[in-house]
């Protein structure tokens, strides 16, 4: 769970920089924009005024999930996204208590959302899991 620790760390530590005004907005190329944004929905802006409770509710579903598959755990892709998962999921539900139910994002991909280290580590995580779980699928 160290990585967990340090991702959640490394998201958060961003986080406080751009909120303090530590970090100015940038634009690295035409697509791929850095700024402080608060966003009080989920992902794409849905759901929002509710992000807190369906943080939440999606963190006890991965609770959950590992209890079922908890034979992932023995894999390194199992570790690796269960550390990247809860990291990213923390980090969310730290900001959403912090900053009134918002999320701080300072990722602008134009074409596509806006988004912070946390939700990278939610997806990587993700990934990993589920090739755990197909790669769990393949050895029985």
Same mark, same amino acid.
């Given at each position: 769970?160290?990585?967990?620790?340090?991702?959640?760390?490394?998201?958060?530590?961003?986080?406080?920089?751009?909120?303090?005004?530590?970090?100015?907005s940038?634009?690295?190329l035409s697509w791929?924009?850095?700024?402080?944004?608060y966003n009080?929905g989920?992902a794409?802006?849905?759901?929002?005024?509710?992000?807190l409770?369906i943080?939440v509710?999606?963190?006890i579903?991965?609770?959950?999930?590992?209890?079922?598959?908890?034979?992932?755990?023995?894999?390194?892709?199992g570790?690796?996204?269960?550390g990247? %998962? =809860?990291a990213?999921?923390?980090? *969310?539900?730290i #900001?959403?208590? &912090?900053?009134? $139910?918002?999320?701080v994002?300072?990722?602008? %991909? =134009?074409?596509?959302?806006v988004? *912070?280290l946390? #939700?990278?580590? &939610?997806?990587v $995580?993700?990934?990993?899991?589920?090739?755990? %779980?197909?790669?769990?699928g393949?050895?029985?």
């Amino acid at each position: 769970m160290i990585l967990a620790v340090v991702a959640l760390l490394v998201d958060q530590v961003v986080k406080t920089l751009y909120v303090g005004g530590y970090v100015v907005s940038a634009e690295l190329l035409s697509w791929l924009k850095f700024g402080l944004v608060y966003n009080t929905g989920l992902a794409f802006g849905l759901g929002r005024g509710y992000g807190l409770i369906i943080s939440v509710a999606g963190f006890i579903v991965f609770l959950y999930f590992l209890w079922i598959y908890r034979d992932l755990l023995k894999s390194g892709n199992g570790w690796l996204g269960v550390g990247l %998962v =809860t990291a990213g999921a923390l980090s *969310n539900i730290i #900001d959403r208590l &912090i900053y009134s $139910g918002a999320v701080v994002d300072y990722i602008d %991909v =134009t074409f596509y959302s806006v988004f *912070n280290l946390a #939700d990278v580590y &939610i997806v990587v $995580g993700v990934i990993f899991l589920m090739l755990g %779980v197909v790669c769990r699928g393949e050895k029985k």
